[in-house]
């Protein structure tokens, strides 16, 4: 079995910052890439942001410039720094990763952390 837990969200005002972070546990041989996704009330669960094993990076257009996505490949671990956070970035914040169990090639994901961005 593998684990995603994402921690860092919270209620900020627009402009402000936030950290996520997700950590995965468990069977873990190697992960491809970690990811965030999010889903506001209402809509569909959109891709944000992702990390390849490589160190390669990929963002939607409405946050480049804005997040950064890192990872501690020691710590099987995840980060996406927001800043000059918007009103419309306020969703819940998924984290997505492809991990290599045993054999096994797994997409797992996280229970999710609510940001929510207003004044």
């Known amino acids: 079995q593998v684990q995603l837990v994402e921690s860092g969200g919270g209620w900020v005002q627009p402009g402000g910052s936030l950290r996520l972070s997700c950590a995965a546990s468990g069977s873990i041989r190697s992960i491809d890439y970690m990811g965030w996704y999010r889903q506001a009330p209402g809509k569909q669960r959109e891709f944000v942001a992702v990390?390849?094993?490589?160190?390669?990076?990929d963002y939607v257009d409405s946050v480049k410039g804005r997040f950064t996505i890192s990872r501690d490949n020691a710590k099987n671990t995840v980060y996406l720094q927001m800043n000059s956070l918007k009103p419309e970035d306020t969703a819940a914040y998924y984290c997505?990763?492809?991990?290599?169990?045993?054999?096994?090639?797994?997409?797992?994901w996280g229970q999710g952390t609510q940001v929510t961005v207003s004044s």
């Open positions: 990390i390849f094993s490589g160190g390669n990076t």
């Open positions: 997505n990763a492809e991990v290599l169990s045993g054999s096994r090639k797994l997409g797992v």
